[in-house]
């Protein structure tokens, strides 16, 4: 099967549904920009969805019958309980979960939380941390020498996203319950021999490590953000490359050594994600020491438009969803 890339489909089906396509542009102008898209998605999740679908696919939306990974995925995100979602997609709130579990020892040391970025106590804080958001993505803030730190500007950069509803962007709506608040974080050391922090976000159903993606080439801004990052995919059990499957060729990718302690971390994202269709657990392995990253259960708003159809078909095959 050719792997065609997302926006090539998006052009021709735009072409061959012109009525779809002016439905996508009047969302993108009249109804996205507005509070008539809160409202929507309040009242109507399924059309929000609908409308989300036409504006990125330029189809509608298979409520009848889910097929992908992204179909199941945003399926569950609407038919289903999500409290859990929003739970353990808190950033804080995880942590508990991650101890219940018996694995404290991959967790960061927690500095402290609070309600508004104006009362961080930065004084309590040691010369080297990560600062973010609890309810967000994009908002971590790496902070290697407090002495160079904008107190001014780390304040203002965390507040504006507090200030922000994440999951009303894009209809993540478990997001939306989400207590905001910050959170600072011991910073993970990389050591003399680590080129960066290599991300490996495990995809899980019902319970089972199926591939993980592997981010490497990312490292965050002091300001906030991350510069440009290569997302290589991965057999988890053989640590062949899965390449293939990718429709995003451009980017350099590079050979990743087998990191250490596999088969721990394929154990410990198995019992993180035990008791749910599919959800993403994000690890982190510095030298052998395995770290807690976050889970994410709407992995990138179910637009995961960088994975060729037929793997999106093959994992989505794998994923039974709930009579309701």
Not at 10 to 38: E, G, N, Q, V
Not at 43 to 48: E, L
Not at 215 to 241: C, E, M
Not at 253 to 259: L, N
Request: charged share 30%; with cysteine; net charge positive.
């Amino acid at each position: 099967m050719i792997n065609i890339s997302y926006k090539l489909r998006l052009r021709a089906r735009s072409f061959l549904h012109p009525i779809r396509t002016l439905k996508a542009l009047y969302f993108i102008h009249y109804i996205h920009p507005t509070d008539k898209w809160i409202d929507i998605q309040k009242n109507n999740p399924r059309k929000a969805i609908d409308m989300k679908w036409n504006r990125f696919y330029r189809e509608k939306f298979p409520w009848k019958n889910p097929r992908t990974l992204d179909e199941k995925m945003t399926w569950l995100s609407v038919m289903s309980d999500t409290s859990k979602w929003t739970e353990f997609s808190d950033k804080y709130e995880v942590r508990k979960y991650i101890e219940s579990l018996g694995l404290k020892d991959i967790l960061t040391e927690c500095y402290g939380v609070w309600d508004k970025a104006q009362d961080i106590d930065f004084d309590s804080l040691p010369d080297k941390f990560v600062v973010k958001c609890t309810h967000d993505c994009g908002s971590t803030i790496v902070i290697r020498d407090k002495s160079k730190m904008n107190k001014q500007e780390v304040i203002d950069f965390l507040q504006a996203h507090l200030n922000v509803n994440y999951g009303y962007e894009w209809c993540e709506l478990h997001y939306t319950t989400i207590k905001p608040r910050v959170i600072a974080e011991s910073l993970i050391e990389l050591g003399d021999n680590v080129e960066d922090l290599i991300d490996y976000k495990i995809n899980c159903i019902h319970g089972k490590p199926q591939y993980v993606e592997v981010i490497y080439g990312r490292q965050l801004k002091s300001d906030g953000g991350s510069n440009h990052a290569v997302f290589d995919l991965y057999d988890i059990y053989t640590w062949q490359p899965m390449r293939q499957y990718k429709t995003n060729l451009t980017d350099h990718f590079r050979d990743i050594p087998r990191p250490q302690n596999l088969e721990r971390m394929i154990e410990i994202a198995g019992k993180i994600s035990q008791g749910f269709p599919q959800v993403r657990v994000d690890l982190y392995n510095v030298n052998g020491k395995i770290y807690f990253g976050e889970m994410t259960f709407f992995s990138a708003s179910g637009m995961n438009n960088d994975l060729s159809r037929e793997f999106q078909l093959m994992i989505g095959d794998r994923i039974r969803l709930p009579k309701v």
